[in-house]
């Protein structure tokens, strides 16, 4: 809990960093609705179809829509979301390069500038690493999850599905969790000791982490559970009602966003708590290169 404090203070002194974290992502998905908007306004404007959409039938307005001969939306789902998903993993990238050497406190001069000029590449291939981790995560638990509705189906209980799910979860979590902070271990080791052994440094966090997980997991559990509270409070103060004009849509975007925002500072203070945590270990170089060992020769004893 003392590192999850000095998460927060970290992130307290870092506060433009959040609204960072926030907007860059942003941008992508606002080219992505732009691109959406200017097929549904022309075909919607003031109709029939739009006042169901605005009390709430968006569901079956989309889907009408969809088979009327003014729907164009195919690339923009199909390639415009593949694209756009691409650029936001990127930007993400990015900013944790940015990011990690801001937190690490140096005194440096531009160091988010800094960070992503020398840490974006390296940062790069630890996601990479982490995409095939959590694949393997996703079908584990997936194995878990279908095993537990085939037991459902065989005894006609549907508590066996909501178990099945709860269980492929925990499964997820227990086999991503180490993974992740290994991840965020490894490249706030490359930052500080300016390193670029990735895949070396990841497993050497990883190696650490199951040692200790004492240490970590408590602190990581606190910044997993503080964005799911948020998006529950979120959830049951907006879905009573629809946003049936233009006010009310404003103001839904605007908690939204507040959500996002809060979701984006949440993650500044779990990079500052990883810091913290990885000094408590004195900053070890997990990224470092393997040592080459030098070829012993004969020793002549001179006379």
Known sequence: MNYVREGFQIAGRHKRLALILWLVPVIPALALAA???SN?????GRSVFADQALRGDWWVVLMEFRDSPADALGPILGLGVVVMATLTLLAQVMLSAGVVEVVLERTQKNPFVLGVRKNFLRFLRTTILMAGATLVSVIAARFVAK???KVAEAQADGRFDILGVVL???VFLMLWTPL???????????????QGSMVRGFFRALGTVLRRPGRFVPMYLVFLTLPLLVHFIYYQLRSPWSAATVSLILVSIFL???VILLRAFFKLGLWGAEVAAY?????PEFCHPKIKAEP????VEAR
């Open 256 to 258: 939204q966003q507040v």
């Open 147 to 149: 095993g537990m509705f």
């Open 279 to 283: 000094r408590g270990l004195g900053e």
């Open 296 to 299: 012993v020769g004969e020793v």
């Open 168 to 170: 492929a979860t925990v």
């Open 40 to 44: 549904f306004l022309p075909a919607l």
């Open 35 to 37: 691109m959406a908007a």
């Open 180 to 194: 992740d902070l290994a991840s965020d271990l490894s490249r706030i080791a490359a930052a500080r000791n300016d």
